[in-house]
């Protein structure tokens, strides 16, 4: 699969700052933003994968996203990171909170550090990157904040019930900056990926019946791979969704 032929001239030089942007959907979402012109940086704890990934994308489209290495369970370090992807950018037009990992635990093995982790890697740097972010948007006269959920939440998934609440914590999240941040002409909307079959999905928990019984479900039967989110990311970006926030939008091949 490659990335979506359209082109959005309106985020040519737009800065656009992606969470977890070192490896799978994201490493897909920032090749997609700088092959529209943008300007990408994206923060990642990941930094040999994503230093070999700027290097890559700098060598094959001659444009070099800026890599911010930082743990972004840590608040701190997620403000900070936030404050040098604007220093770096210049401005920001474009968030996409993206960075998560979907480890499994069974009821009985979670504990209170556990759940604690959980929430801090799946949701709280989704705020506190969206509440650092919109003073510089709400001065440059507005912007799109995109936030990953996931169908996860609905699919009554036994293993994920830290990651299951962070990812449902999304859509309210996403509802509530919507409407504290609309009038400052900043867009809220959330995506929920289905089944997407990364590199690290397949190493980790896919396997073949399991990917053959999600198809079943889904209305298109075929694989959905990183860059399919590449496009429903771009238009929620661009002014073409203008009107548009506070929404969930489903790109699972048609299982819901
Ligand atoms: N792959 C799927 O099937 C799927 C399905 C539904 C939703 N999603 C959502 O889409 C988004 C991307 O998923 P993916 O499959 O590409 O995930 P992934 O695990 O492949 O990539 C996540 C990225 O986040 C980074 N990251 C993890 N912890 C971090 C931390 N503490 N600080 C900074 N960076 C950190 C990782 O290094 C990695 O580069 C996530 O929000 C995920 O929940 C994915």
Redesign the pocket.
């Known amino acids: 699969m490659t990335l979506p032929s359209g082109q959005f001239p309106d985020l040519r030089n737009r800065g656009v700052l992606v969470?977890?942007?070192?490896?799978?959907?994201?490493?897909a979402l920032v090749e997609g933003f700088l092959r529209q012109g943008a300007r990408v940086a994206f923060?990642?704890?990941?930094e040999d994968?994503?230093r070999a990934l700027a290097d890559k994308l700098a060598a094959e489209t001659g444009q070099r996203p800026e890599f911010i290495a930082?743990?972004?369970?840590d608040v701190g370090a997620a403000k900070e990171a936030a404050a040098a992807a604007i220093a770096a950018l210049g401005s920001i037009g474009v968030l996409v909170n993206?960075?998560?990992?979907?480890d499994r635990q069974p009821l009985e093995a979670v504990t209170e550090d556990s759940w604690d982790e959980s929430l801090a890697?799946?949701l709280s740097?989704f705020f506190f990157l969206s509440q650092a972010i919109a003073p510089q948007m709400r001065q440059t006269g507005g912007g799109s904040i995109i936030n990953?959920?996931?169908?996860?939440f609905m699919l009554n998934m036994p293993e994920m019930p830290a990651y299951s609440t962070a990812?449902a914590g999304i859509i309210g999240l996403t509802k509530s900056l919507a409407g504290k941040l609309g009038p400052d002409n900043i867009r809220v909307n959330a995506i929920?990926?289905?089944?997407?079959?990364?590199e690290?999905?397949r190493r980790l928990w896919l396997t073949e019946d399991s990917i053959a019984q999600m198809q079943e479900k889904q209305c298109l039967k075929r694989i959905l791979v990183?860059e399919d989110l590449v496009g429903p990311c771009l238009f929620l970006a661009s002014d073409c969704s203008a009107a548009m926030t506070a929404q969930t939008m489903i790109i699972d091949g048609g299982v819901f």
């Open positions: 969470t977890g942007g070192g490896s799978g959907i994201g490493a923060i990642d704890i990941a994968a994503s930082a743990d972004l369970r993206n960075a998560a990992r979907d890697v799946n740097h990953f959920s996931s169908i996860a990812k929920l990926p289905g089944m997407i079959v990364t690290r999905q990183a």
